[in-house]
């Protein structure tokens, strides 16, 4: 038997720390062989596996490895965005409006509107519960479809096609005073990413700060995707909707990057 750097009985008592689900393509023979070992040992072959990787990077002498622990918690925070954007991009706009808020995708719905879509019917809603003065559009307080950036910066639906962010003077009356307006199409997309990563952030020791130039990147990315949303009614059927899905993975994967560099560890 050719010598082995660890044995299998020394993989097998190694304490697990915490760790992660991979896929792994390896010979027949390989993973026979280390099923026969696990058997041995009292253990499983993937457990095995999983420690001898663990081994091999703890006795490499590689400077150029970052494997810091803050390192780690980035790497999982960027798998977490990764994850999140895919789970967005796999729901239909619509799921995404009800993981937002449930209540207002239904609220005030006439007989002869039940067979539009839920962001149809929010639309209903945002257009009745909105307030408009000299052209400009302003949230009413009673409408609360949105969430907080950060404790001064709000993030709400709007009517308009295009985003942007406006910087207000400080008014200690008032907890937000710069506001990220979204079109309405995007914004259940865009702020259930946004509830995600606050709660994650929340968890794990990180914060998101955000600067002028952020903002501005943020509102470039939203605007620079065309949803190209449309929606079809019909009286005795489902609506038919329509929208470009590469534009919206493109805008979402270009947030959750501009997101992940406004982070920091605390």
């Not at 026969?36 to 150029?64: C, F, H, P, R, V």
């Not at 190209?228 to 059927?237: G, P, S």
Request: charged residues 30%; hydrophobic residues 35%; contains cysteine.
């Amino acid at each position: 038997m050719k010598r082995v750097f660890i044995t299998p009985q020394q993989l097998a008592k190694r304490t697990k720390e915490t760790a992660r689900t991979v896929s792994l393509r390896i010979k027949e023979k390989t993973w026979l062989g280390f099923e026969q070992l696990a058997k041995e040992n009292k253990t499983t072959a993937n457990a095995l596996l999983g420690e001898l990787a663990d081994y091999y990077i703890e006795s490499l002498d590689n400077n150029n490895l970052d494997l810091s622990e803050e390192a780690v918690l980035f790497n999982k925070y960027k798998t977490f965005l990764e994850k999140e954007v895919r789970k967005i991009c796999r729901w239909s706009i619509d799921d995404s409006v009800v993981d937002v808020n449930f209540e207002y995708a239904h609220a005030h719905i006439a007989k002869d509107e039940l067979r539009r879509s839920y962001l149809s019917n929010l639309k209903l809603v945002f257009q009745e519960m909105c307030v408009f003065e000299d052209g400009r559009e302003y949230n009413n307080p009673g409408f609360d479809y949105g969430t907080y950036l950060e404790k001064d910066i709000s993030v709400i639906p709007t009517l308009k096609k295009e985003a942007s962010y406006n910087v207000h003077a400080f008014d200690p009356a008032h907890s937000a005073q710069n506001v990220l307006s979204i079109p309405l199409e995007k914004a259940p997309d865009i702020i259930s990413l946004l509830l995600s990563v606050k709660n994650y952030v929340k968890n794990n020791m990180l914060y998101i700060e955000f600067d002028i130039e952020s903002m501005d990147r943020i509102v470039e990315m939203i605007n620079e995707h065309d949803y190209k949303y449309i929606e079809t009614n019909y009286v005795n059927r489902s609506p038919e909707i329509k929208y470009d899905e590469e534009e919206r993975k493109a805008m979402l994967h270009g947030l959750a990057q501009i997101i992940f560099e406004s982070t920091g560890a605390i």
